[in-house]
């Protein structure tokens, strides 16, 4: 995982949005397009994209994919980000 994708991913708002639908459990990309007015395929570019920045994880169930948070990339980040506000020597 790297910094710089996962920003990038998280740029989005889009994408924060379905991050954040993804908070209550996990959903298929079926669900989480009923939420927005996108085509199949942009709805299935932005899960492509934070699945490669490692924010969610899909898992194949029968004919669905799953997809679901990935909350130790977001704790990484949080380390960096508070590593930032270290002390100066």
Avoid: C
């Avoid at 996990?26 to 996108?38: N, Q, S, V």
């Avoid at 960096?80 to 100066?88: A, S």
């Amino acid at each position: 995982m790297g910094i710089n994708e996962t920003l990038k991913a998280i740029s989005d708002p889009v994408r924060r949005d379905i991050l954040q639908m993804l908070k209550s459990g996990r959903k298929t990309a079926g669900e989480i397009a009923e939420h927005f007015e996108l085509t199949g395929a942009t709805v299935s570019y932005h899960l492509t994209k934070l699945k490669s920045a490692d924010l969610i994880a899909e898992e194949k169930y029968k004919n669905f994919i799953y997809y679901e948070l990935n909350a130790s990339v977001f704790e990484e980040v949080l380390a960096w980000i508070y590593g930032l506000g270290g002390k100066k020597e």
